[in-house]
Nanobody
Framework: QVQLVESGGGLVQAGGSLRLSCAASGRAFSSSAMGWFRQAPGKEREIVATISWSGTSTYYADSVKGRFTISRDNVKNTVYLQMHSLKPEDTAVYYC?????????????WGQGTQVTVSS
């Protein structure tokens, strides 16, 4: 079992910043790839950013490139999403997820989500 607990969401004005955190326990964090996803009301869940177990490989959705940064601390078993220049369209529930960092593995554990609301 893996437990993921997100924190750091909130209400921010457009142009502002937030840092989300996801604390993990259970499966060896240092062998897990991690991802941030989001789901806005009435929309499908979408990928935001991912990071490999070592932190050396990252991926960003085009919509957040240059504004968001994913990072991880394998000592603290925590993954972060630093968000800058937030836009109203970034409003969503943000989820972190975990998977084995091997080819073909799917994200199999999810956190409960944290709400991010960006006002215009």
């Amino acid at each position: 079992q893996v437990q993921l607990v997100e924190s750091g969401g909130g209400l921010v004005q457009a142009g502002g910043s937030l840092r989300l955190s996801c604390a993990a326990s259970g499966r060896a964090f240092s062998s897990s790839a991690m991802g941030w996803f989001r789901q806005a009301p009435g929309k499908e869940r979408e990928i935001v950013a991912t990071i490999s177990w070592s932190g050396t490989s990252t991926y960003y959705a085009d919509s957040v490139k240059g504004r968001f940064t994913i990072s991880r601390d394998n000592v603290k078993n925590t993954v972060y999403l630093q968000m800058h220049s937030l836009k109203p369209e970034d409003t969503a529930v943000y989820y972190c997820a975990s998977r084995f960092d091997i080819l073909g593995a799917k994200y199999d554990y999810w956190g409960q989500g944290t709400q991010v609301t960006v006002s215009s």
